[in-house]
């Protein structure tokens, strides 16, 4: 996905959440920093996998939660970009388990309508591929390993896009989506525990 959209959708879900607008612009460029890589010929390889995205900053950010609980909204903000570019980026394929396999794993979602009898109805659509490594190296011919990993006739990511833009748009309709979470939350756990009682209860008699 391209530099302005790996900026522009999770900014948008930040301030959609009612995230303190300055930190989420300070945090920006973490949206874009996995894509260094290009510079190392290995991009969607060195910086787009899990290792990177996910399990580094979760241990970093459980160290400024212990030892400087005041940056900790910084902190947070970050993963949350950084685990985005990730999702964002699967639509074309990445290197997900990177250095432990080459292989490029692609996750596509789309909405397409269809029509039944004239009235249109949306049709949802999760597409997954697995690109092994002697592949992607074939495609990419006389270049370098990393460059060459990153080279295969991939789809487009425009309708994946647009998916995770629809989300964005919905949550800031809803202007009270993190009270409405909280709401949810509060009942789940309000319909566990009258059924924890009417169970003892029932086991009682």
Known sequence: MDTFAHIVIPLLVLLALRVDTRKALIMIPLAVMPDLDLFFRAHR???????????????????????????????????????????????????????????????????????????????????????????TVSIGEGLGPGEAATRYESVSDVSTGLFFTMIVAALMYFERSQRFLIIVKELIIEIIIVFKERLLSLIGR
């Open 45 to 135: 390889l060195l910086f787009h996998n899990v290792f990177v995205l996910v399990l580094l900053p979760m241990l970093f950010g459980i160290y400024i939660y212990y030892y400087h609980r005041k940056y900790f909204p910084y902190a947070w903000i970050g993963i949350f970009y950084l685990c985005a570019h990730l999702v964002l980026d699967l639509s074309e394929g990445i290197a997900l388990f990177y250095p432990l396999t080459t292989d490029f794993y692609a996750i596509q979602a789309s909405m397409v309508f269809a029509f039944w009898n004239g009235i249109p109805y949306p049709s949802f659509r999760f597409l997954f591929d697995i690109i092994p490594a002697e592949r």
